[in-house]
């Protein structure tokens, strides 16, 4: 599914909980760097058996080297190395990588060095011999510091997103307005025009197709005032096993003959409580997506289930709370996304579409009303394995006058 407005590894955006059918959690990656052939290699032993990734660098270029090839988290450097100072290179490490967590390895501790360390962006201080309980401890710590970090950006970006997408949406709004007073006189003077071509077929045909336009422009401006509105949107309860089939035949027309589209719906589905009128423009625009990403085709697989969401799910991270949900998945067999496009995914303006053929909104949109029914977007994706969107739609609270 290529992206028009579209992860991060997790299944559910802003996550960093393990992907859920999509790449395998990465080991942990510590680089040592120790002059000591001998000591480097029992310690990245020993963390290898404690499921580290270690690479080693023996002296400062090294060091620098992996820096620019590896994704390294976490550096254990020796204060004194058989070329260069320890100090100096935590110092020239964190110029190339702010976010890397270095800490100072040293069978000579003095008050004075560790200072210097910390000054020199180290996080923390280690002291030969140590045990590996105490070595095993500090890098829970150095990890979890990490997780924190990411947690605090994850928050930060999501602001930035939720500010640009109200100043996007004041705009189109505006956008919206105008617009629908234009087509408004447009509409009016068509009318007139029909009702005077009695007697010519082919220019009344050209005059209700230029009506029905018309009439797709009203929506599009009223999807955009939508977009635009704070208030909140009036919801419907809706049973996907009635609304979904229909659906299947338009996008079956509209997709081509080259996209094989299906559905399997649970026959115990529970019914969801949805924004009014944004479930059918939420699925054209994944499959549109899909469509982009199959372009010799392939299969469009729409598939709804009950799921029950515990407090231990990894899912729950990410913001998705504890309940009864509707899974609705949308899956492709395209060419799928990398992980820095996936990462992006939600971005409101980010598409990988070429200039003139996405305006990244569409993504953005879905995200949008899946959040105001209560629920998360998840991504599953992978290079050449391709895309499944999942929509955990909360179960509806009450069922009378279905």
């Known amino acids: 599914m290529t992206v028009e407005d579209t992860e991060l590894p997790a299944d559910v955006i802003g996550a960093n909980a393990p992907a859920q059918g999509g790449e395998a959690t990465e080991a942990r990656c510590v680089l040592i760097v120790d002059d000591d052939v001998d000591f480097a290699s029992s310690l990245a032993g020993l963390l290898r058996l404690e499921n580290y990734h270690t690479p080693i660098a023996h002296d400062p270029a090294a060091a620098l080297d992996l820096i620019a090839s590896e994704r390294i988290a976490v550096a254990l450097v020796d204060v004194r190395l058989g070329i260069g100072d320890g100090v100096d290179l935590v110092r020239a490490l964190r110029q190339r990588n702010p976010d890397l967590v270095c800490v100072m390895v040293t069978a000579y501790a003095s008050i004075e060095t560790a200072v210097e360390a910390l000054k020199a962006g180290a996080y923390d201080y280690l002291s030969k011999p140590f045990y590996t309980e105490e070595l095993l401890a500090l890098l829970d710590r150095c990890f979890e510091r990490i997780r924190l970090m990411e947690e605090k950006s994850r928050i930060a970006e999501r602001l930035r997103q939720t500010r ?9 709004s505006g956008i919206a307005h105008d617009f629908n007073n234009i087509l408004a006189v447009l509409y009016s003077n068509l009318r007139w025009l029909q009702e005077r071509l009695d007697g010519q077929p082919e220019l009344a045909e050209l005059v209700t197709d230029a009506l029905d336009a018309a009439r797709s422009g009203s929506e599009l401006a009223s999807r955009l005032l939508s977009f635009g509105a704070k208030r909140q949107e009036e919801t419907a309860i809706v049973d996907l096993r009635k609304e979904l089939p229909p659906l299947m035949r338009v996008f ?36 549109l997506n899909a469509r982009d990403a199959m372009p010799e085709g392939g299969r469009l697989s729409f598939a709804a289930r009950n799921l029950v969401v515990v407090a231990e799910d990894p899912r729950v991270a990410s913001g998705l709370l504890p309940g009864a949900y509707v899974l609705l998945s949308v899956t492709d067999t395209g060419k799928g996304m990398p992980l820095a496009v996936r990462r992006r995914a939600l971005e409101p303006l980010f598409s990988t579409k070429p200039a003139g053929e996405g305006n990244g909104l569409g993504l953005a949109m879905v995200d949008g009303f899946v ?11 992978a290079p050449g394995e391709g895309t499944s969107i999942n929509l955990y739609l909360p179960q509806a609270r009450r069922i009378s006058g279905m």
Request: glycine share 10%; aromatic share 0%; net charge neutral.
């Open 164 to 172: 640009r997408l109200e100043a996007m949406g004041q705009l189109a």
């Open 252 to 287: 079956t027309r509209t997709l081509g003959d080259k996209v094989a589209v299906s559905l399997d719906t649970a026959k115990d589905l529970q019914p969801v409580e949805i924004p009014i009128g944004q479930l059918e423009s939420s699925l054209l625009n994944l499959a």
């Open 371 to 381: 959040r105001q029914a209560g629920g998360r977007l998840g991504i599953v994706s």
